[in-house]
């Protein structure tokens, strides 16, 4: 019988204690929950006496934003508990350190990053991360080349890809990124003034047509171990440092479908930007700061990526002269699509961004949503033509009016 059951605060305790290389002395522990994401129970057990602490994030059998209506497989923390695991050995420095895994009782224990911020909040507050670029391009060229057919014998990846079959989690994604946006579904938030806006995007037909070419992609294509939710709301981050969280999402996808998700969650940041009054020049610096910031990521990821192709490339085959360019051309070109995908569903589907939602003034709120919406379907009709990520910052900078 399966000994599974949400932990009491006690039982987190009990769990922690176990942990003999946090806490090797038996002093008080305290406990909170505090997940504030759509999903799980996050606890953080603190050791007052030492100042020593770690967090259990456990997984309900239900999408906790929804409530019990929204059944999901528990095996999603053991996918995200190996992922975590993977991508620390492929990128070290970049992840939490793993203390326990527990796949009866759907639990990870891992490095409390409370050092850290939030990246969504951390841009919302103004910070300034000259790491980032850095970081997770390295993050993303390591783990996806590392899973691709590219860098990891095909075999090896097929025996990999059957332990990352993420359905539950996947559907998710099939259907608020990839769907529900798309016509007038139940599961859309969909603010009244911008009512307009989405109904435009449900009248044009030749938009749809390239989401349905992305989703395609995004259903059928098994080209390396994704983050599968690389949003900034998954990355901690401080000045000097980058962590990134929470790939319970993972499984064999898209390459582009990562890389799309970080720019695109800027690009919100960017839109969010309509905050300031009047022509207030931090909006200015602000925006040039974040274009700046998606422009390096993609130079240094796609660098990266070609380095350990050239360096660590396990195909004979993809060395054919041509094919090298023609991949990256081609996953450019997925990265501008999903980023557009992404940011649309976060502007009216069913789980918005901060950077937005909590712009207090309703007539900027509006002036966001708007750009956010006018760069994301900018960004999916150009998906297929683009030839380089310049015309991400045009896209972006035409809607702002920069
Ligand atoms: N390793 C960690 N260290 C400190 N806080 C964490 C850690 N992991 C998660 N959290 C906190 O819990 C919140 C939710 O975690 P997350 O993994 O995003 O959960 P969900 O899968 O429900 O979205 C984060 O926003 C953060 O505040
Ligand atoms: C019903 S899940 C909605 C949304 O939430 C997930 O994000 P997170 O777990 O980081 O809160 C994911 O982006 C899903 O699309």
């Given at each position: 019988?399966?000994?599974?059951?949400p932990?009491?605060?006690?039982?987190a305790i009990e769990?922690?204690?176990?942990?003999?290389?946090?806490f090797?002395?038996?002093?008080?522990?305290?406990?909170?929950?505090?997940g504030?994401?759509?999903?799980?129970?996050?606890?953080?057990?603190?050791?007052?006496?030492?100042?020593?602490s770690l967090i259990?994030?456990?997984?309900?059998?239900?999408?906790?934003?929804?409530?019990?209506?929204?059944?999901?497989?528990l095996?999603?923390?053991?996918?995200?508990?190996?992922?975590?695991?993977?991508?620390?050995e492929?990128?070290?420095?970049?992840t939490?350190?793993?203390?326990?895994?527990d796949?009866?009782?759907?639990?990870?224990v891992m490095?409390?990053?409370?050092d850290?911020?939030?990246?969504?909040?951390?841009?919302?507050?103004?910070?300034?991360?000259?790491?980032?670029?850095?970081?997770?391009?390295?993050?993303?060229?390591?783990?996806l080349?590392?899973?691709?057919?590219?860098?990891?014998?095909?075999?090896?990846?097929?025996?990999l890809?059957?332990?990352?079959?993420?359905?539950?989690?996947?559907?998710?994604?099939?259907?608020?990124?990839?769907?529900?946006p798309?016509?007038?579904?139940?599961?859309?938030?969909?603010e009244?003034?911008?009512?307009?806006?989405a109904?435009a995007?449900?009248?044009?037909?030749?938009?749809?047509?390239?989401?349905?070419?992305?989703?395609?992609?995004?259903?059928?294509?098994?080209?390396?171990?994704?983050?599968?939710d690389?949003?900034?709301?998954?990355?901690?981050?401080?000045?000097?440092?980058?962590?990134?969280i929470?790939?319970?999402?993972?499984?064999?996808?898209p390459?582009?479908?990562?890389?799309?998700?970080?720019?695109?969650?800027?690009?919100?940041?960017?839109a969010?930007?309509?905050?300031?009054?009047?022509?207030?020049?931090?909006?200015?610096?602000?925006?040039?700061?974040?274009?700046n910031?998606?422009?390096?990521?993609?130079?240094?990821?796609?660098?990266?990526?070609?380095?350990?192709?050239n360096?660590?490339g396990v195909?004979r085959v993809?060395r054919?002269?041509g094919y090298?360019?023609?991949y990256?051309?081609?996953?450019l070109?997925d990265?501008?699509?999903?980023?557009?995908?992404?940011?649309?569903?976060?502007?009216?589907g069913?789980?918005?961004?901060?950077?937005?939602?909590?712009?207090?003034?309703a007539?900027?709120?509006?002036?966001?949503q708007?750009?956010?919406?006018?760069?994301?379907?900018?960004?999916?009709?150009?998906?297929?033509?683009?030839?380089?990520?310049?015309?991400?910052?045009r896209?972006?900078?035409?809607a702002?009016?920069?």
């Amino acid at each position: 019988m399966s000994q599974y059951h949400p932990l009491t605060e006690a039982e987190a305790i009990e769990t922690a204690r176990s942990i003999q290389e946090v806490f090797p002395t038996g002093e008080e522990l305290v406990c909170r929950e505090i997940g504030d994401g759509n999903l799980n129970l996050v606890f953080h057990i603190t050791q007052p006496a030492t100042g020593r602490s770690l967090i259990i994030k456990q997984a309900l059998p239900y999408a906790k934003v929804v409530g019990e209506s929204w059944p999901l497989s528990l095996d999603r923390a053991r996918i995200e508990s190996e992922a975590l695991v993977k991508q620390g050995e492929l990128a070290p420095g970049l992840t939490p350190r793993v203390y326990k895994t527990d796949t009866e009782l759907a639990l990870t224990v891992m490095e409390d990053l409370s050092d850290h911020v939030i990246m969504r909040r951390g841009l919302i507050d103004g910070g300034v991360y000259p790491l980032f670029a850095e970081h997770i391009s390295e993050f993303m060229a390591r783990t996806l080349f590392f899973t691709s057919d590219l860098g990891l014998n095909q075999q090896e990846k097929k025996r990999l890809v059957q332990s990352f079959i993420n359905p539950d989690l996947c559907k998710i994604t099939e259907d608020l990124i990839f769907e529900d946006p798309y016509f007038d579904a139940d599961t859309n938030s969909i603010e009244d003034p911008i009512r307009d806006a989405a109904e435009a995007i449900w009248q044009n037909e030749a938009l749809l047509l390239e989401v349905a070419y992305l989703r395609e992609k995004f259903l059928t294509r098994a080209q390396a171990l994704l983050h599968g939710d690389l949003h900034t709301g998954s990355i901690f981050i401080t000045p000097e440092s980058t962590k990134v969280i929470d790939p319970e999402f993972a499984y064999f996808g898209p390459i582009g479908f990562d890389v799309g998700a970080v720019i695109a969650n800027l690009l919100l940041n960017y839109a969010s930007q309509e905050h300031w009054s009047g022509e207030d020049a931090s909006r200015r610096d602000r925006r040039v700061y974040l274009l700046n910031t998606i422009r390096d990521i993609w130079t240094q990821f796609e660098e990266k990526f070609r380095r350990l192709w050239n360096e660590h490339g396990v195909d004979r085959v993809s060395r054919a002269a041509g094919y090298q360019d023609d991949y990256m051309r081609r996953l450019l070109q997925d990265t501008i699509g999903f980023a557009g995908a992404k940011t649309v569903r976060r502007v009216y589907g069913l789980a918005h961004v901060a950077d937005i939602d909590t712009i207090p003034d309703a007539a900027a709120r509006e002036r966001a949503q708007r750009m956010a919406l006018a760069i994301g379907t900018g960004l999916i009709m150009r998906n297929r033509q683009a030839e380089s990520i310049e015309d991400v910052i045009r896209i972006a900078k035409q809607a702002s009016g920069d």
